[in-house]
């Protein structure tokens, strides 16, 4: 898939996304039946048993996040191969151990 990076990326649109999906994301682990039967029973939830319980509308918006978040890692790649940006580091990504903005919420 190609874009462009600069025009496509929109940070704006990538938090709020970011922030709606870690609250459906929750609201799945504590409501859906199957879901929590999965975590009960300790078995292995991938990624996608979750998608399949979208809506429409979810999975519309859930396509645009992963196409926002695809470009935010090509974006922090560059950023720290060319050494700018907060550096990676494997616990914390690229975000770094503390949000400098703390009126921002935390990404995933």
Not at 28 to 35: G, K, M, V
């Amino acid at each position: 898939m190609e874009f462009d990076m600069e025009a496509d990326w929109d940070e704006a649109r990538y938090l709020e996304l970011n922030s709606y999906f870690r609250v459906r994301i929750q609201i799945l682990l504590d409501s859906d039946p199957n879901i929590k039967d999965l975590v009960q029973q300790g078995k292995s939830l991938d990624i996608s048993d979750l998608i399949d319980c979208f809506s429409d509308d979810d999975l519309e918006m859930w396509r645009e996040f992963i196409h926002l978040d695809r470009i935010k890692l090509h974006r922090d790649l560059r950023n720290h191969l060319e050494g700018r940006g907060t550096p990676y580091n494997p616990r914390d990504g690229f975000a770094g151990p503390h949000n400098e903005d703390e009126d921002r919420p935390p990404v995933w």
